[in-house]
């Protein structure tokens, strides 16, 4: 038990800190991106980005999540390979076809930008199946450092292309595109990748048994976009391109925090699984679920008290208007990140319909609510449906897996969730300096106390180094 509990924590710390880093560095350069180009510029950059999200899945079929599942049951490289090239050859497949139907697109409608929005696919795509490669050879440090220098690359490249090539929007997707490609070739390189790789194991048995599990997760992933980003379609359709560049500036936040807390989601699913035929596994998953969740709600607090920082400060002020909405897409990475354990647990008992059913309710009632209040509230429609289907999401995942795992919320949580909603009020009824200072000292002491042992266990490795 001990022995797994760290090796969740290992594979956590892993992609937390290449996640970090990454991120990090991307939301460093947003300041300086946000300045090179108009709010109508990034916010149809942002929905670049999000038609990418939505066609992952369906290129895919995503068989990233085929290549870990099945991979992880067996320690053989020579069975890894069967399904490491056989996802490959599902991705090729549906790239194949998708760049046709875009060729198609670009040579009867004229679309311009079909090159650089290709571009942009093929490198999200290979990050994609790369991040299921390396979870089935257990090589997450690689996938890690490879994030970073990807992210180095995206700030040189958007730099370049950009402010000394003056590229405007299609430096700024050649740029991402050419950092993801840089990752994506450092992966193949330091995993000698083609040792993993063997066309004649390629086969329709072994296929068509990788998309069985595989296909019914497509409309989960569909739906998980919906809740999280067709948000910004409907913005671009009603309020205009300018209102999704401040609703994108104000995801900014929130996304930081989702992409470290996806990182446990990846991490999880492995342990789930590990821990399926446990006796001691409801003690285990109670244990992991309190956890993730004080440490998820302490980070919140976190963010949400430095608002007044980022919006105030860093980032340009034409996006000031998107403080307040940060807070509630905030809120809603709470309640995406309970989805992701309870999700964990619904994959690793290979439930992948149910799993898919769930994200599928949540998507219909983000577009219901948010179809339904934007006329009258604007961008809080956005906010307030994203929350919604979150809370939906956990709610009906934690039904359909309450025979199986009996969890209960510590009352110290209870605590941390009241102040959590405290802070979050305090954005709207409270926004003067003294009163943000004051919040910021709470937060940092909620955070501490919350995160007391991997605080004290860091900084004890710090003395140790530094001795």
């Given amino acids: 038990m001990a022995n797994k509990k760290s090796n969740l924590m290992k594979n956590t710390i892993l992609l937390s800190l290449g996640t970090m880093m990454t991120k990090g560095l991307n939301f460093v350069m947003v300041p300086f991106f946000s300045r090179w180009v108009s709010t109508a510029d990034y916010g149809t950059f942002d929905v670049f980005c999000t038609y990418i999200t939505l066609m992952i899945p369906i290129v895919t079929m995503s068989s990233g999540d085929a290549i870990f599942r099945f991979s992880v049951e067996s320690d053989r490289k020579e069975d890894k390979s069967i399904y490491i090239t056989n996802g490959l050859a599902i991705d090729f497949f549906g790239l194949l076809l998708f760049s046709l139907a875009l060729a198609g697109a670009s040579y009867f409608g004229g679309w311009e930008r079909a090159f650089p929005f290709w571009t942009l696919l093929l490198g999200e795509v290979i990050s994609r199946y790369e991040r299921g490669y390396l979870r089935a050879i257990k090589r997450l440090d690689i996938y890690s450092f490879c994030n970073f220098i990807s992210a180095i690359g995206i700030a040189v490249f958007v730099t370049v ?6 590229m405007g929007l ?15 070739l450092l992966i193949f390189v330091f995993t000698n990748y083609i040792h993993y790789f063997n066309p004649k194991t390629i086969s329709w048995k072994v296929v068509s048994e990788m998309l069985r599990f595989s296909i019914p997760l497509v409309p989960n992933n569909l739906s998980w976009w919906v809740i999280n980003v067709s948000d910004r379609t409907i913005i671009n359709r009603i309020l205009g391109a300018a209102a999704n560049g401040i609703y994108a500036m104000s995801y900014k936040v929130p996304n930081l925090c989702s992409s470290v807390f996806s990182v446990f989601g990846v991490a999880w699913q492995e342990k789930a699984t590990e821990m399926l035929d446990d006796k001691g596994k409801n003690k285990y998953y109670n244990n ?3 956890k993730m969740l004080a440490t ?3 980070i919140t607090i976190a963010i949400t008290s430095v608002n007044f920082i980022l919006f105030n400060y860093i980032f340009d002020y034409k996006y000031f208007e998107g403080r307040l909405y940060a807070p509630l897409l905030t809120l809603s990475v709470i309640m995406s990140t309970l989805s992701l354990f309870f999700g964990g647990i619904q994959i690793s008992m290979k439930q992948s319909k149910s799993n898919g059913i769930s994200t599928v309710i949540g998507a219909i009632v983000n577009i219901v609510v948010h179809l339904t209040l934007v006329e009258f509230i604007g961008l809080y429609a956005a906010c307030i449906s994203t929350l919604i289907s979150n809370i939906m999401v956990v709610c009906i995942r934690a039904y359909m897996i309450r025979d199986a795992v009996k969890l209960r919320i510590d009352s110290v949580n209870y605590v941390y969730i009241l102040i959590c909603v405290y802070i ?4 709207y009824l409270m926004n003067n300096f003294a009163w943000n200072i004051a919040n910021l000292v709470i937060a940092t002491v909620v955070f501490l106390f919350a995160n007391r042992k991997y605080v004290i266990s860091t900084a004890e490795k710090i003395k140790v180094i530094k001795r």
Avoid: P, Q
């Fill in 170 to 184: 299609d430096g700024m997707i050649y740029g991402y595109a050419a950092g993801y490609l840089l990752g994506d």
């Fill in 161 to 166: 292309f950009v402010r000394v090539f003056n």
């Fill in 424 to 427: 979050t009020a305090c954005v």
């Fill in 296 to 298: 998820g709600i302490s």
């Fill in 288 to 290: 992991v679920f309190n």
